[in-house]
C-alpha cells in the first residue's frame, strides 16, 4: 500500500453548488488528499460560500484544476473508478462497495503510488453511462430506502474517510483485495486510443456502422474493463490492428490506397 494518498484524484463532474464544492475541499483535506478536479463546474468553486464551507482547505479550493471534458480530467490515471446512485444502471459491471474497491485504488507495486481517479457525478442526475463507461470499476453506497440518494459531499466525505483508513490503518482495517486484479495497468489516454482506433477499424471493414457504434464500443469497454489488459497487452492489441490495417491496404488497388 502506498504510504500517502497523493496519487489519488477526485474529479467532481459538472458541480452546481458552490456549497457542495467547498465541503468536498474541507472533508478531502480532513483525510489527506488534496487533488481536486471539476469538470466544466456549474457553480463558482472560489465564492465566498465556497470559500465559508471549506475553512481552512481554501489551499485545496485554489489549487483546484478545471477542465472542460471528463477524458481530460482522467489524463495519465491508470485506475479510475466511478460512483453511481443508480442500482438500476444498464451497465454490465457490478456495482460494489467503497471498503471493496477502493483498497484497489491505491494498491501500489512500490513506494511511488500512481495517479488514479474517484468520479463522482452531477448533483441532480449523476453520470451517464457513457461517461460511467471509462471507469474500470463502479461503486454504489446503500442507503435507506426510505432516503436512499446521498448528497454529493457526503458521498465524497465516505469515500474519502474508507481512503484513509487505508492509510492509517493498512489492510487490517479492510476488506482484502483480491490478488487477482493487476495494478500495472496503462493510463486512461492509452486506453482511450486503443477504443478509438479500434472503433475506426470496425468501421472500415462493417462490423460496425455508425448508428450502432455507441453502443457495440460500450460492450467492448466492458470486455476489456474485466480484463484489466496490462500495458503491453493493450500494446499487441494495437499492433494487431495495425498490422490488420496494413493488411486491408495491400488488398486494395494501388489509387485507393
Not at 471498503?99 to 503510488?113: G, I, K, N, Q
Not at 436512499?148 to 481512503?163: D, R
Not at 476488506?175 to 482506433?197: G, K
Not at 455508425?210 to 453502443?215: F, L, N, R, V
Request: glycine share 4%; aromatic share 6%.
Amino acid at each position: 500500500m502506498p504510504n500517502d494518498l497523493s496519487g489519488v484524484r477526485i474529479v467532481l463532474m459538472e458541480p452546481a453548488g458552490s456549497l457542495n464544492v467547498g465541503s468536498v475541499a474541507r472533508v478531502m483535506k480532513n483525510m489527506g488528499l488534496r487533488d481536486l478536479v471539476l469538470v466544466s463546474p456549474r457553480c463558482d468553486p472560489l465564492s465566498d460560500e465556497a470559500r465559508k464551507m471549506a475553512v481552512h482547505a481554501a489551499d485545496v479550493l485554489e489549487a483546484a484544476q478545471q477542465v472542460q471534458t471528463l477524458p481530460e480530467a482522467l489524463q495519465h490515471c491508470r485506475r479510475v473508478v466511478a460512483t453511481t446512485g443508480r442500482s438500476d444502471t444498464t451497465l454490465r459491471i457490478p456495482l460494489e462497495l467503497p471498503r471493496t474497491v477502493l483498497p484497489w485504488l491505491v494498491m501500489s507495486e512500490d513506494d511511488a503510488p500512481a495517479q488514479t481517479a474517484l468520479i463522482f457525478g452531477r448533483e441532480d442526475r449523476g453520470l451517464t453511462n457513457e461517461e460511467l463507461n471509462y471507469a474500470q470499476r463502479l461503486i454504489f453506497i446503500p442507503a435507506h430506502p426510505a432516503y436512499p440518494s446521498l448528497n454529493l459531499a457526503q458521498a465524497v466525505a465516505i469515500c474519502c474517510y474508507e481512503l484513509a483508513m487505508i492509510k492509517n490503518l493498512g489492510e487490517a482495517a479492510i476488506a482484502p483485495v483480491s490478488p487477482s486484479l493487476p495494478t500495472d495497468l496503462p493510463p486512461f489516454e492509452t486506453l482511450e486510443a486503443f477504443y478509438q482506433q479500434l472503433e475506426a477499424f470496425l468501421l472500415k471493414i462493417g462490423y460496425l456502422y455508425p448508428h450502432t457504434a455507441p453502443s457495440r464500443m460500450e460492450k467492448f469497454r466492458r470486455l476489456l474493463h474485466r480484463a484489466y489488459p496490462l500495458t503491453e497487452e493493450v500494446a499487441m492489441l494495437r499492433g494487431i490492428l495495425r498490422q490488420a490495417e496494413w493488411a486491408l491496404r495491400q488488398q486494395m488497388p494501388p489509387d485507393k490506397r
